[in-house]
T-cell receptor
Framework: SQQGEEDPQALSIQEGENATMNCSYK?????LQWYRQNSGRGLVHLIL?????REKHSGRLRVTLDTSKKSSSLLITASRAADTASYFC????????FGTGTSLTVIP | NAGVTQTPKFQVLKTGQSMTLQCAQD?????MYWYRQDPGMGLRLIYY???????DKGEVPNGYNVSRLNKREFSLRLESAAPSQTSVYFC????????????FGEGSRLTVL
């Protein structure tokens, strides 16, 4: 399988805390993307980081990429209850390959 | 602007029955994809179509066929459904296979008894 893996599989935090999710992948990539999936819905794109970038910010999101370790992290700062969802990394080489996801619960 | 539309949203089949999942996008995207999502497995690519008139196998193509009917539509067919095909199926589209984001439909939940 060319899937990546997210760590942890599940994360529960209090509102206002930061949430960090990690992604490890196997293949060489052009870019890495993070997606969010609310329960029972489709995936929605959050942020893209290119293979020659090391860090990227978008609002409360911060993504890092270490191509030497084939890993990425997604940090959500000042989390809100509405951030409760599953988060997936996806690597784009010849195709898109998705990780197994992190289920985030933010407790109000 | 509807984005990516999948039908049906829910379907129950008996083993051996056939069905087609429909997907249409109105964003003039070139590439379209079919994924299945199973608990603990993330999303796995079944088939994709890089452009109108082309289709290619993904990670888990066995038991499925696809048709890229035109630029807008990409259908997934189960010829003889099996319980192992119980899953949530997602269609996605992409403007260009260069750097870009996937746009997903809301999913089709299929149960095979």
């Amino acid at each position: 399988s060319q899937q990546g893996e997210e760590d942890p599989q599940a994360l529960s935090i209090q509102e206002g805390e930061n949430a960090t999710m990690n992604c490890s992948y196997k293949t060489s990539i052009n870019n890495l993307q993070w997606y969010r999936q609310n329960s029972g819905r489709g995936l929605v794109h959050l942020i893209l980081i290119r293979s020659n970038e090391r860090e990227k910010h978008s609002g409360r999101l911060r993504v890092t990429l270490d191509t030497s370790k084939k890993s990425s992290s997604l940090l959500i700062t000042a989390s809100r209850a509405a951030d409760t969802a599953s988060y997936f990394c996806a690597t784009q080489g010849n195709q898109f390959y998705f990780g197994t996801g992190t289920s985030l619960t933010v407790i109000p | 602007n509807a984005g990516v539309t999948q039908t049906p949203k829910f379907q129950v089949l008996k083993t051996g029955q056939s069905m087609t999942l429909q997907c249409a996008q109105d964003m003039n995207h070139n590439s379209m994809y079919w994924y299945r999502q199973d608990p603990g497995m993330g999303l796995r690519l079944i088939y994709y179509s890089a452009s109108e008139g082309t289709t290619d196998k993904g990670e888990v193509p066995n038991g499925y066929n696809v048709s890229r009917l035109n630029k807008r539509e990409f259908s997934l067919r189960l010829e003889s459904a099996a319980p192992s095909q119980t899953s949530v199926y997602f269609c996605a589209s992409l403007y260009s296979r260069g750097t870009g984001e996937l746009f997903f439909g809301e999913g089709s939940r299929l149960t095979v008894l």
